[in-house]
């Protein structure tokens, strides 16, 4: 009988535990529109009323977030710049970034694409680190930029996991 309410007690403490916890991936919404598609966690909103720094010549497509992760992600337009161009763009950007004290690069799938993900090494006066992902499709530069309060890639690289051209 001891063994069954101890039992009972620790399956009790686990479940209470669990309904605790929160996952912004319990539910998915889907973003389309400006010519691309996305899913991001439902705990979210679009279009969200937020400032983002972005590169100059650079049209944001999409913003989603929450108070503590801000999603946007832009183009910009390659017009009679060949692909590799594009990517050398990309490449003095991200260069400039570590210049600046951002740390090493990594590389990333986004639609079929390699792109390359930057991320501060410390956080701004808001408390926000800033990951930048830059890539090259159809002639056009993306760029997502990420702001998040805890320093982790993991929802940015699980949404961009899911983003593709229309």
């Given amino acids: 009988m001891k063994s069954l309410i101890y039992v009972l007690v620790v399956v009790s403490l ?19 529109g400006n010519g691309i598609t996305f899913t991001y966690p439902g705990a979210w909103e679009s279009d969200l009323n937020k400032s983002v720094t ?30 590799d161009s594009l990517q050398q763009v990309i490449n003095d950007v991200m260069t400039d970034f570590k210049n600046k004290g951002f740390g090493s690069e990594k590389n990333i799938t986004v ?3 390699t792109a390359t993900m ?8 808001d408390g ?23 320093n982790s890639t993991a929802n940015l690289e699980k949404v961009l996991s899911t983003f593709k051209t229309t």
């Fill in 14 to 32: 686990v479940v209470a535990i669990s309904g605790c916890t929160s996952d912004i991936w319990a539910t998915n919404k889907t973003y389309s």
């Fill in 54 to 83: 972005m590169p100059a010549g650079s049209v944001s497509k999409a913003i989603v977030g929450s108070s503590d992760e801000i999603l946007d992600i832009s183009t910009v337009s390659g017009q009679n710049l060949t692909s």
């Fill in 111 to 113: 639609d079929g694409a």
């Fill in 118 to 125: 930057i991320t501060s090494q410390k956080a701004d006066s």
């Fill in 128 to 150: 926000f680190y800033t990951t930048y992902v830059a890539w090259v499709k159809n002639n056009t530069i993306y760029y997502a930029t990420y702001l998040t309060k805890s």
